[in-house]
């Protein structure tokens, strides 16, 4: 593994990492909604699921996935799915009976929507296939294959940590929680738009 393939990888993660869609979207919630915490569990985990992604294409097993309809086409009527119901949630949210804000998502939920948010997006193999073939041949080592995932993993994480300590600035963020109610209701519009705009994408292919 050279310095400038390495390097390369890193560009590539950091562009796939940053690009808005359904995982922004869900981090951005439950940052809001629960505070730097439950932004920090859903920004780890996510980042979790990305390095699982990313070690199953440098093994070989995303291949699997990808190459059976049956699979592909599960994982991402799933994913849709999931996303419809994550904006369910949010448009159900309810006002806090008192002045008190409403309690935030626990952990556990945080933890579950940050690694299925990934788990159920099979484009993440498709992204990772496309871009580990370029990279990885038979003469990479164990190890090499190990520093790729591991890479995508950090950046991924580190990614979205960022954008969880740059959104839960105690300084807005008593703004933003007064506003909890329609933040909410904003997301689920935009997590059941994310999943139609990926249900039109199945039915296309």
Not at 60 to 67: K, M, N, P, S
Request: charged content about 10%; some cysteine.
């Amino acid at each position: 593994m050279s310095w400038a393939t390495w390097l390369a990888v890193v560009g590539i993660c950091m562009l796939g990492a940053m690009s808005p869609g359904p995982s922004l979207a869900v981090v951005l919630r439950h940052t809001l909604t629960g505070g730097r915490r439950n932004g920090v569990t859903v920004a780890l985990l996510h980042g979790l699921g990305v390095g699982f992604y990313a070690l199953l294409s440098i093994l070989g097993l995303a291949a699997v996935i990808t190459a059976s309809p049956l699979a592909f086409a599960v994982l991402q009527w799933g994913g849709a799915a999931y996303l419809v119901w994550l904006g369910i949630q949010g448009l159900r949210a309810q006002p806090p009976a008192d002045s008190d804000f409403q309690a935030g998502p626990s952990q556990a939920s945080s933890a579950r929507d940050g690694f299925l948010v990934v788990f159920l997006n099979p484009k993440i193999a498709v992204f990772f296939l496309a871009l580990f073939s370029q990279v990885v041949g038979l003469e990479t080592g164990f190890i090499a294959k190990l520093t790729y995932a591991a890479t995508a993993m950090i950046i991924d994480g580190t990614w979205y940590l960022l954008v969880v300590w740059l959104f839960s600035n105690p300084r807005w963020m008593a703004a933003l929680r007064r506003s909890s109610l329609w933040l909410e209701r904003v997301f689920g519009v935009i997590l059941i738009a994310l999943a139609g705009r990926l249900v039109v994408g199945i039915l296309r292919t």
